[in-house]
T-cell receptor, first 115, second 112 residues
Framework: NAGVMQNPRHLVRRRGQEARLRCSPM?????VYWYRQLPEEGLKFMVY????????ESGMPKERFSAEFPKEGPSILRIQQVVRGDSAAYFC?????????????FGPGTRLTVL | QQQVKQSPQSLIVQKGGISIINCAYE??????FPWYQQFPGKGPALLIA?????SEKKEGRFTISFNKSAKQFSLHIMDSQPGDSATYFC???????????FGAGTRLTVKP
């Protein structure tokens, strides 16, 4: 049973370009969360999605950032017109449906570097 | 938006010693308190978790102590080993949604 998959693992973009980060949750998981981790800092919640629905995007910057979790395929975190301050590790986590399990399983992360 | 405060920021312990990391929270809606372990270049992995109906939970060398009235919880690592050297995050999740709030992390170094 594969864990949470994220790709790419490393992404380099120049200022003004777009970054697309992908996350495939664990099999059977329908909840996806995105977090951002700046160097030497903790994880900051960005957005919580279920299939085709954004449940909570209170941690998402108001501009340039968007997320989706389509019926088919991985969840995508999109950052438009990247700036140097977007350089960080972005982690995706997934959890199974229902309230029974509270554990979130994390992927290995995508390290974004903006030149 | 720091809802969970974690201390210390870094910790150095000798092999065989006890590592103690503390967290405090304000939101009384939190009812699930996990600890995550993260090695460099990896994603966080769940270590141990507790709910507020118990004051202590132990799994091997790892123990969570929970003080509901003080809104504090802590991780104790007994007989600390060099392989425990990692960054540890406490977290808290409210009962009414799946949002998880993380502490800033503690970088633990266990010296041989």
């Amino acid at each position: 049973n594969a864990g949470v998959m994220q790709n790419p693992r490393h992404l380099v973009r120049r200022r003004g370009q777009e970054a697309r980060l992908r996350c495939s949750p664990m099999k059977g998981h329908s909840h996806v969360y995105w977090y951002r981790q700046l160097p030497e800092e903790g994880l900051k919640f960005m957005v919580y999605l279920q299939k085709e629905n954004i449940i909570d995007e209170s941690g998402m910057p108001k501009e340039r950032f968007s997320a989706e979790f389509p019926k088919e395929g991985p969840s995508i975190l999109r950052i438009q017109q990247v700036v140097r301050g977007d350089s960080a590790a972005y982690f995706c986590a997934s959890s199974p449906p229902g309230q029974g399990s509270r554990e979130q399983f994390f992927g290995p992360g995508t390290r974004l570097t903006v030149l | 938006q720091q809802q969970v405060k974690q201390s210390p920021q870094s910790l150095i312990v000798q092999k065989g010693g006890i590592s103690i990391i503390n967290c405090a929270y304000e939101n009384t809606a939190f009812d699930y308190f996990p600890w995550y372990q993260q090695f460099p270049g990896k994603g966080p992995a769940l270590l141990i978790a507790i709910r507020p109906d118990v004051s202590e939970k132990k799994e091997g060398r790892f123990t969570i102590s929970f003080n509901k009235s003080a809104k504090q919880f802590s991780l104790h690592i007994m007989d600390s080993q060099p392989g425990d050297s990692a960054t540890y995050f406490c977290a808290a999740q409210p009962y009414n949604n799946n949002d998880m709030r993380f502490g800033a992390g503690t970088r633990l170094t266990v010296k041989p």
